[in-house]
């Protein structure tokens, strides 16, 4: 009778250095969750051990795993250094999760989750590269020099006063005309003066200070 070799563990079902620590959100199926086989049979102990392990293991790398150590899995099921607690409840608390040829644990549910998210994360970051490289096309093709930097003026401003100069490239109807001798005075502004300026009064030529006696008569 000849001895049956072991199967040898599965590769991980989640992309090895998988890092989701800036996740904050973490989904649980309700549905599934209560209608499972751990839900129905777990003792308060060993279900608040097992939903810890799952949260816990998406700040694991890779996000979705747990290590085969029973010290640190003691530590992450939140029993401290009680490690006769943590054995009392480990079966249930484990349950669902499978080891892997990185010598980790896995969780089918878990790692579906871990995905999802994963997916999501890259599909934003690629959408994010397209606008970013569209809106870089439009920027340097409308400078037209390719480097992202605004092209110099193709011909110098006048300065000798006699000539006509483009003042933007590419522009043929925007120019800056200067001609020597060209100097038709303003208008001047209504109403005679600067705005703001009151007009001033002459005096009446006939008028004379009043008299001691018109002053105290009260004239």
């Excluded at 090895?16 to 102990?45: N, W, Y």
């Excluded at 669902?96 to 995905?115: E, K, P, T």
């Excluded at 400078?143 to 003042?167: E, H, R, V, Y």
């Excluded at 060209?182 to 002459?202: F, Y």
Aim: aromatic residues 8%; proline residues 10%.
């Amino acid at each position: 009778m000849t001895k049956e070799t072991p199967a040898a563990p599965p590769k991980p079902p989640v992309p090895t250095g998988l890092d989701l620590h800036d996740f904050s959100f973490v989904p649980i199926f309700r549905a599934q969750l209560f209608r499972s086989t751990f839900h129905a049979r777990a003792t308060d102990a060993e279900w608040r051990a097992g939903v810890t392990l799952w949260l816990k293991s998406w700040d694991q790398i890779p996000a979705g795993s747990l290590p085969d150590d029973d010290i640190e899995l003691c530590r992450l099921a939140e029993f401290g250094r009680n490690i006769r607690g943590w054995k009392k409840v480990r079966g249930m608390a484990l349950r669902g999760w499978y080891i892997c040829d990185d010598l980790r644990l896995y969780h089918r549910v878990v790692s579906d989750g871990v995905m999802a998210a994963y997916m999501r994360r890259r599909a934003a970051s690629d959408k994010g590269k397209v606008g970013a490289s569209k809106r870089w096309a439009v920027i340097e093709g409308g400078l037209g020099n390719g480097s992202g930097m605004p092209q110099p003026l193709q011909q110098p401003l006048p300065i000798d006063g006699t000539s006509t100069a483009q003042a933007m490239p590419g522009d043929s109807n925007l120019t800056l005309d200067i001609r020597e001798g060209d100097s038709t005075p303003l208008p001047p502004p209504k109403g005679g003066g600067v705005r703001g300026e009151k007009k001033r009064r002459e005096p009446d030529p006939g008028w004379s200070p009043p008299t001691e006696e018109e002053i105290r008569a009260g004239k």
